[in-house]
């Protein structure tokens, strides 16, 4: 098993550009997040999807959208990327069970 | 919603010695507390948990406590090696919105070195 993969691993954009990070498991979890990560805040979670076709607002959702077409995949969108979405990006996933089994992350750097 | 401070942010310790993180947690309805080890250019990984029935847990050098009473828990690393040198983060799982998903909250995050 591959687990929770991410791509891509790091990418750069220009302020207004967009972009899709792709989040792929391989373990049949029903749940998935997308978390982003900055210095001294933790991690916080963007959207989340209890199951294919469903998807929700976590915390901080604003500028970001989500789909999960599939079960295995849940894909993030930055529409008009900002400055302020410069961050590192982790996609989890779990079962009914709580253990969050978490990807290698997305570095993402807006200019 | 569920509020969770962790300390301290930086943390060095001779190896051999212990180290000692401490998270305090708002909502006390939360039931379920993990530690996450987060290695430089990975992803955290859960490392041990504990659930609000129960007071201490350990595993092998890795131990955690909670304190219901005083909404607070800690991780115990004994014996340190330069290997658990990583970024560790506490969180708690509690009722986010009315429609009764439970989500994870964590916390700020401490970078512990072990200096051999």
């Known amino acids: 098993n591959a687990g929770v993969t991410q791509t891509p691993k790091f990418r750069v954009l220009k302020t207004g550009q967009s972009m899709t990070l792709l989040c792929a498991q391989d373990m049949n979890h029903e749940y998935m997040y997308w978390y982003r990560q900055d210095p001294g805040m933790g991690l916080r979670l963007i959207h989340y999807?209890?199951?294919?076709?469903?998807?929700a607002k976590g915390e901080v959702p604003d500028g970001y959208n989500v789909s999960r077409l599939k079960k295995q995949n849940f894909l993030l969108g930055l529409e008009s990327a900002a400055p302020s979405q410069t961050s590192v990006y982790f996609c989890a996933s779990r079962t009914s069970g709580d253990e969050q089994y978490f990807g290698p992350g997305t570095r993402l750097t807006v200019t | 919603g569920e509020n969770v401070e962790q300390h301290p942010s930086t943390l060095s310790v001779q190896e051999g010695d212990s180290a000692v993180i401490k998270c305090t947690y708002s909502d006390s309805a939360s039931n379920y507390f993990p530690w996450y080890k987060q290695e430089l250019g990975k992803g955290p990984q859960l490392i041990i948990d504990?659930?609000?029935?129960?007071g201490e847990k350990k595993d092998q050098r890795i131990a955690v406590t909670l304190n219901k009473t005083a909404k607070h828990f800690s991780l115990h690393i004994t014996e340190t090696q330069p290997e658990d040198s990583a970024v560790y983060f506490c969180?708690?799982?509690?009722?986010?919105?009315?429609?009764?998903?439970?989500?994870?909250?964590f916390g700020t995050g401490t970078k512990l070195q072990v200096i051999p």
């Open positions: 504990i659930r609000s029935n129960v």
């Open positions: 969180a708690a799982k509690s009722y986010w919105n009315s429609g009764g998903y439970q989500k994870v909250t």
């Open positions: 999807s209890v199951g294919e076709g469903t998807t």
